[in-house]
């Protein structure tokens, strides 16, 4: 699906409205596929901006990463938690493990990870450990 973002020349850059953080941010390729994902999670499945964050910092291992993206739910808990990759990234088990990885903090009970050609989701069950891979 195409998406129109908004887009502008900052000197040598090109520049992208992010409307979660309400700011211009550099149009990198992971940052395009990041931006189209929001724009999908807000125009075709109509979640509201406010349940949307980016770049949040989460302590992971003892050390300060930042996720992509989380959706929350309407109890304000962590409902998707997504990892944005370049296109040209393949999505492979290391990948995925990232996403695990960030999860384990945020324990959203589904896990995107997507470059924006192909995605793999999954369902984490916090009960038994289990993690399932969904379709899509």
């Known amino acids: 699906m195409a998406y129109t973002l908004k887009i502008r020349e900052n000197g040598a850059q090109q520049e992208v409205f992010d409307p979660v953080r309400q700011k211009w941010v550099v149009m990198t390729p992971e940052e395009h596929v990041r931006q189209v994902f929001i724009l999908y999670l807000l125009n075709v499945k109509q979640l509201p901006l406010s349940h949307l964050s980016v770049e949040h910092a989460v302590t992971v291992n003892g050390m300060t990463q930042r996720y992509d993206l989380v959706v929350f ?3 304000l808990k962590p409902w998707m938690m997504v990892e944005c990759k370049a296109p ?3 999505l492979t088990q290391k990948v995925a493990d ?3 990885r960030y999860n384990a903090v945020l324990r959203a009970p589904l896990v995107c990870v997507t470059n924006g050609v192909e995605r793999m989701v999954f369902r984490v069950d ?3 450990g289990k993690v399932r891979r969904l379709e899509g």
């Open 88 to 90: 040209h990234v393949k």
């Open 98 to 100: 990232q996403a695990a």
């Open 126 to 128: 916090f009960e038994t």
């Open 73 to 75: 739910g309407d109890d």
